[in-house]
Each structure stands twice: as structure tokens, then as C-alpha cells.
């Protein structure tokens, strides 16, 4: 059986596209060149689906939710937060998983970013 081997991209719907893509590059530090490509570290991604009708996303509208690893939750949260960046004020940590946070970004879509254990 063919098999993917990983994600090849993730694209998302902006009324503002260079807006959201300067957010994204100003706010979490994602450095795609001109054509989107990002280089990113190698390291463990996660393919869940969830029930349809889960509040974990936020709004019931967002079908999916991107989730970005990070090396220091606590560092990437304040660097948000000076920012003026919208961060959830919650965090959760599940044990032998990591930690968790979660950023909605100028288009309203609600991302997790995780510290993974």
C-alpha cells in the first residue's frame, strides 16, 4: 500500500492574505519564503479527528485546527502577549504528552501550539 509520508501543506482562506501571512511570520516566527515554503524542524505530528461536535476548536464554524510545536510554551506565550496577539488565558498539560496553549490569529482561527513532553 502507498503510503503519505507527512503534511505537504496547510492552507486557509484570508480576506487579508498578506496581513495574515505577515501575522504569521511576525507573531509565531513562521519564515516562508515568497512561495509558502517553510522548512520546518523534524519531530512528531499528531492526526486526530474529533467529534463533530467539539468546543476544542472554538467557534463551530473552524473545521480544523492547526497545531504548531514549540520549544518554550512559556517564552512563545509571552512573546504573543506583547504582540497583542488574542491568547487564551488557559493552558493543559497531559502527562507524557506535553504541554498545550492556544492563539486565535487575525482571522479568527483558533491554533494550538504544543510543547511536546
Known sequence: MERVVGIG???LRA???VALGAWYRDCLGLDA???GLWRQEAGPT???PFESETDYFGSRA???MLNFRVRDLDAMLAQLRAKGADVAEETQEMEGVGRFAWVTDP???RIELW???
Open 9 to 11: 501543506g496547510y492552507f
Open 115 to 117: 510543547q511536546p513532553a
Open 107 to 109: 482571522e479568527g482561527n
Open 46 to 48: 499528531v492526526f486526530a
Open 15 to 17: 480576506a487579508d492574505p
Open 62 to 64: 473552524q473545521q480544523t
Open 33 to 35: 519564503d515568497e512561495n
